[in-house]
């Protein structure tokens, strides 16, 4: 049932004469305003009525701030719920920007966190709360019937919510870098996304209490990350940085979605109905980029209006060095449903920035771009060859030893940390357990568009392990850089290989000339996933690990979505 019992066509409420009150933004945030750079110059001064009280569903007070511009005159509405606080640098970045273009910004701290009352849970009280809190808006003199949400993360969660039931007023959302499904966070390909679990846990359990608690919390995890991560058991050994916390040792155990646990926790159903125009933005190394394809993906289906935008972003630059496109293409969108101004809209549903050899931004009718999957396969002696190989059926062709107590460790890549985005990887494949496969020189630049898949061949002498595969450029100094890359689990004996196949995320990328196409393969990487022990255990609770021996079978093979014709190769070239 909606939130509201005005019928859904009926005229959206017209706020009454409300002359703006005084109060200002605190120092800090005028300060944080002045830092940045590349951003449309404001239209108006703006005020601030700090920590109101909003009733959440069950009576609890929401702690709330509200910006605004300080011009008398109808604006629109934007809500932001978040759970990492209303301070540095959410109120800056939401309440001040976006009230000086002419919005009253409603930037509200879910409960149980930066002074809410009840208590935080991932994701069983959003959409009764983000209800009741438009039902609180419809009652504020300044309301006009306008209303959008905007705000990256968990902040994109809450906006899904929100869509479940979307009120009448609902004209638009921006999810940024947002995610619809916890339990896909956590649990990545069938792996435990160990180092986006300890990011969530500081995020979530700190940042709402300030900035100096919020340091404190990541710094203490930082100096005893290694240890954390290589506990045994796993569980439970976060305590050392970030206190107890039940709610974190629940997400980590529990790996099936089927799981009565996760019930109610996707929210992907809402964009399979969606109607309320929906602008996305990712960044290629954002660690919840796969959730924000999906989004686009569901939304179109739906036919519901969409744009994305993808940048040369991780999870925390699309807010730092790419905030000046991302404000712009936020603001665009907004106005455009907001206020009927489509003057700044790109004319493409689809923005992405090609990476690689001369990068640049290209506007897409769509994503992902039509284009021809071709397959590179395996060959003996480190090659990667576009002719398939000539035996029938299975046959070794590589090998090595995975060891839980020396584990294969992680460089860049898509997380949510800062160590996240493109990476030399040439130290990571000097390692033993790392197998690489080369192609040719390049005789011309190759465009990959779209995403990106494995097909590996494989079989263990324990039974049980993980696949972690990874596309690389590799430049004439040998210089190996990671694009994209994916993980999955394995269940094989010695004697009978399994196909596994690995999706690996989508890239925009140009080979250059004389470059060469790298296909990466090892058994994890420490601590982005959790340790596979090699006997079958839950890796959160395994206490006994066992080396592993991996053998790669032919035929095993890299698609690459080609958004140029492919050149024809030179002369074979390895490792």
């Given at each position: 049932?909606?939130?509201?019992?005005?019928?859904?066509?009926?005229?959206?409420?017209?706020?009454?004469?409300?002359?703006?009150?005084?109060?200002?933004?605190?120092?800090?945030?005028?300060?944080?305003?002045?830092?940045?750079?590349?951003?449309?110059?404001?239209?108006?001064?703006?005020?601030?009525?700090?920590?109101?009280?909003?009733?959440?569903?069950?009576?609890?007070?929401?702690?709330?701030?509200?910006?605004?511009?300080?011009?008398?005159?109808?604006?629109?509405?934007?809500?932001?719920?978040?759970?990492?606080?209303?301070?540095?640098p959410w109120g800056p970045m939401y309440g001040v920007l976006f009230a000086e273009q002419g919005f009253h910004v409603v930037l509200q701290s879910c409960r149980g966190t930066g002074g809410s009352g009840g208590r935080f849970h991932l994701w069983r009280n959003e959409p009764a709360d983000g209800r009741a809190t438009v039902a609180w808006l419809r009652e504020q003199p300044w309301f006009d019937g306008r209303l959008a949400t905007v705000g990256p993360s968990y902040l994109g969660y809450v906006q899904w919510a929100l869509?479940?039931?979307?009120?009448?007023?609902?004209?638009?959302?921006?999810?940024?870098?947002?995610?619809?499904?916890?339990?896909?966070?956590?649990?990545?390909?069938?792996?435990?996304?160990?180092?986006?679990?300890?990011?969530?846990?500081?995020?979530?359990?700190?940042?709402?209490?300030?900035?100096?608690?919020?340091?404190?919390?990541?710094?203490?995890?930082?100096?005893?990350?290694?240890?954390?991560?290589?506990?045994?058991?796993?569980?439970?050994?976060?305590?050392?940085?970030?206190?107890?916390?039940?709610?974190?040792?629940?997400?980590?155990?529990?790996?099936?979605?089927?799981?009565?646990?996760?019930?109610?926790?996707?929210?992907?159903?809402?964009?399979?109905?969606?109607?309320?125009?929906?602008?996305?933005?990712?960044?290629?190394?954002?660690?919840?980029?796969?959730?924000?394809?999906?989004?686009?993906?569901?939304?179109?289906?739906?036919?519901?209006?969409?744009?994305?935008?993808?940048?040369?972003?991780?999870?925390?630059?699309?807010?730092?060095?790419?905030?000046?496109?991302?404000?712009?293409?936020?603001?665009?969108?907004?106005?455009?449903?907001?206020?009927?101004?489509?003057?700044?809209?790109?004319?493409?549903?689809?923005?992405?920035?090609?990476?690689?050899?001369?990068?640049?931004?290209?506007?897409?009718?769509?994503?992902?771009?039509?284009?021809?999957?071709?397959?590179?396969?395996?060959?003996?002696?480190?090659?990667?060859?576009?002719?398939?190989?000539?035996?029938?059926?299975?046959?070794?062709?590589?090998?090595?030893?995975?060891?839980?107590?020396?584990?294969?460790?992680?460089?860049?890549?898509?997380?949510?940390?800062?160590?996240?985005?493109?990476?030399?990887?040439?130290?990571?494949?000097?390692?033993?357990?790392?197998?690489?496969?080369?192609?040719?020189?390049?005789?011309?630049?190759?465009?990959?568009?779209?995403?990106?898949?494995?097909?590996?061949?494989?079989?263990?002498?324990?039974?049980?392990?993980?696949?972690?595969?990874?596309?690389?450029?590799?430049?004439?100094?040998?210089?190996?850089?990671?694009?994209?890359?994916?993980?999955?689990?394995?269940?094989?004996?010695?004697?009978?290989?399994?196909?596994?196949?690995?999706?690996?995320?989508?890239?925009?990328?140009?080979?250059?000339?004389?470059?060469?196409?790298?296909?990466?393969?090892?058994?994890?990487?420490?601590?982005?996933?959790?340790?596979?022990?090699?006997?079958?255990?839950?890796?959160?609770?395994?206490?006994?690990?066992?080396?592993?021996?991996?053998?790669?079978?032919?035929?095993?093979?890299?698609?690459?979505?080609?958004?140029?014709?492919?050149?024809?190769?030179?002369?074979q070239t390895g490792r």
């Amino acid at each position: 049932m909606s939130v509201s019992s005005r019928p859904v066509n009926a005229p959206a409420p017209t706020a009454t004469a409300w002359l703006p009150p005084p109060g200002r933004p605190p120092l800090s945030a005028r300060l944080m305003r002045a830092t940045w750079r590349g951003l449309p110059a404001k239209r108006h001064d703006v005020g601030m009525q700090p920590g109101q009280e909003v009733p959440a569903a069950d009576g609890s007070p929401l702690i709330t701030d509200h910006y605004f511009p300080r011009t008398e005159g109808h604006f629109p509405t934007l809500l932001v719920r978040s759970p990492y606080g209303r301070g540095l640098p959410w109120g800056p970045m939401y309440g001040v920007l976006f009230a000086e273009q002419g919005f009253h910004v409603v930037l509200q701290s879910c409960r149980g966190t930066g002074g809410s009352g009840g208590r935080f849970h991932l994701w069983r009280n959003e959409p009764a709360d983000g209800r009741a809190t438009v039902a609180w808006l419809r009652e504020q003199p300044w309301f006009d019937g306008r209303l959008a949400t905007v705000g990256p993360s968990y902040l994109g969660y809450v906006q899904w919510a929100l869509a479940l039931d979307p009120p009448p007023e609902l004209k638009a959302m921006v999810v940024q870098i947002g995610l619809h499904d916890p339990h896909a966070l956590f649990h990545a390909g069938g792996v435990l996304h160990l180092e986006a679990a300890l990011a969530v846990g500081a995020g979530m359990t700190y940042q709402h209490r300030g900035t100096v608690p919020f340091l404190k919390a990541t710094l203490r995890l930082h100096r005893r990350l290694r240890a954390i991560t290589t506990a045994r058991p796993l569980r439970g050994a976060h305590e050392s940085a970030l206190g107890e916390l039940p709610w974190l040792d629940e997400v980590m155990t529990h790996p099936d979605a089927g799981d009565p646990y996760w019930t109610g926790a996707s929210l992907a159903h809402a964009a399979d109905r969606a109607t309320v125009p929906t602008g996305l933005v990712t960044g290629w190394h954002d660690g919840l980029a796969d959730q924000v394809f999906e989004q686009y993906d569901r939304l179109r289906r739906a036919g519901c209006e969409t744009a994305l935008l993808v940048g040369p972003w991780t999870h925390t630059s699309a807010l730092q060095q790419g905030w000046p496109e991302v404000f712009a293409e936020s603001l665009a969108w907004l106005r455009a449903h907001l206020e009927g101004d489509r003057t700044a809209v790109r004319p493409g549903r689809v923005r992405v920035h090609v990476g690689g050899a001369r990068e640049e931004w290209r506007d897409l009718p769509d994503w992902p771009p039509a284009a021809c999957a071709e397959a590179w396969y395996a060959a003996p002696d480190g090659h990667l060859a576009p002719d398939a190989p000539a035996s029938a059926g299975p046959a070794p062709l590589a090998a090595f030893r995975y060891d839980p107590a020396d584990p294969t460790p992680s460089v860049g890549g898509r997380l949510l940390s800062r160590t996240a985005g493109a990476r030399d990887n040439r130290r990571l494949e000097a390692r033993d357990d790392v197998l690489t496969f080369t192609g040719p020189p390049l005789t011309a630049p190759v465009e990959i568009l779209g995403p990106v898949t494995a097909r590996l061949t494989i079989a263990t002498d324990t039974g049980h392990c993980d696949v972690f595969t990874r596309l690389c450029d590799v430049a004439p100094d040998g210089r190996s850089t990671n694009v994209c890359d994916g993980v999955a689990p394995v269940r094989a004996t010695p004697d009978r290989p399994v196909e596994v196949t690995a999706a690996m995320s989508s890239t925009a990328h140009r080979f250059a000339a004389g470059h060469r196409i790298r296909w990466q393969i090892s058994a994890g990487a420490h601590p982005r996933y959790a340790r596979n022990p090699g006997t079958g255990a839950s890796p959160t609770e395994a206490t006994e690990f066992t080396p592993t021996r991996i053998t790669l079978h032919t035929p095993s093979s890299l698609l690459l979505p080609h958004g140029s014709p492919r050149p024809a190769p030179t002369e074979q070239t390895g490792r």
